[in-house]
Nanobody, 123 residues
């Protein structure tokens, strides 16, 4: 059974930093691409960042230069380092896994999802 377990959410001040982590179990991590999405109240789930099986990354324009995604194959985890946080970054952040191994941005492309972790940024 594939499971994704997220951690690291919480409260931060504007300009601060948080790191989200997601652990994958039940599937070969080395062939799986991983992504982060977020969903704010009343809004659709949106793509934030993804990393392919080979380590290529793609981040959404609205977080470029502030957020970084990276993976640790030994620990089978993917992390999202979030710097220079803004109040508009407040959302529930979801980790997702894509069996294709490639970078894709549509939520429908991802096969497995974590339960989500709340990130709240105060002004």
């Amino acid at each position: 059974q594939v499971q994704l377990v997220e951690s690291g959410g919480g409260l931060a001040q504007a300009g601060g930093s948080l790191r989200l982590s997601c652990a994958l179990s039940g599937r070969t991590f080395s062939t799986t691409s991983m992504g982060w999405f977020r969903q704010a109240p009343g809004k659709e789930r949106e793509f934030v960042a993804a990393i392919s099986w080979s380590g290529s990354t793609y981040v959404a324009d609205f977080v470029k230069g502030r957020f970084t995604i990276f993976r640790d194959s030994a620990k089978m985890t993917v992390a999202l380092q979030m710097n220079s946080l803004k109040p508009e970054d407040t959302a529930v952040y979801y980790c997702a896994a894509d069996r294709s191994g490639f970078i894709r941005r549509s939520p429908t492309a991802f096969d497995y999802w974590g339960q989500g972790t709340q990130v709240t940024v105060s002004s």
